[in-house]
């Protein structure tokens, strides 16, 4: 059993000190109150390579969504509105991966159809004659 914690500092005092971004395992939250748009956007950027991002928002909150989203893209495997990524469904086009450190491979996942490409290798064969391929790509 573990007690949970939820702890609040400001965005200026989170962007000064790196290890507020540090992964936390356990129950653990961490609210980071922006003074703006601006502030928030230089928090994303800040971030290191995450499995997920979430973003919480209202219908008058889309501008800013739609701004953040670029920089989520590049930080995260998977981006939710509105919601927890507790859960993972195992699907076609599910994405449990992100950028290092979150994965140290970004383009595979550990879940869903596509998770099979971690234990792939792509070769090429050039000039190779076809009975001397592998049967799968006659």
């Known amino acids: ?4 914690y939820l702890f609040e500092t400001t965005g200026e005092n989170w962007l000064a000190n790196h290890v507020l971004g540090e992964e936390v395992f356990g129950p653990l939250g961490l609210v980071v109150r922006v003074r703006d748009i ?3 956007q230089a928090i994303a950027r800040a971030l290191e390579g995450q ?4 973003i919480h928002m209202d ?15 590049r ?24 950028p290092y450190p979150a994965s140290t491979n970004f383009g595979a996942t550990s879940v869903g159809t ?4 971690r234990f792939l290798r792509p070769v090429c064969y050039q ?12």
């Open 38 to 40: 601006a502030e928030m």
């Open 127 to 138: 000039n190779i004659p076809t009975d001397v391929l592998p049967v799968d790509l006659v």
């Open 75 to 98: 930080k995260a495997g998977r981006i939710l509105a509105n919601g927890f990524p507790t859960g993972v469904e195992v699907s076609d086009t599910m994405v449990h991966g992100g």
């Open 51 to 54: 499995l997920t991002c979430t």
């Open 114 to 117: 596509m998770s099979i490409r």
């Open 1 to 4: 059993n573990a007690t949970p």
């Open 59 to 73: 219908a008058g909150d889309a501008a800013d969504a739609r701004s953040l989203m670029p920089i989520l893209e």
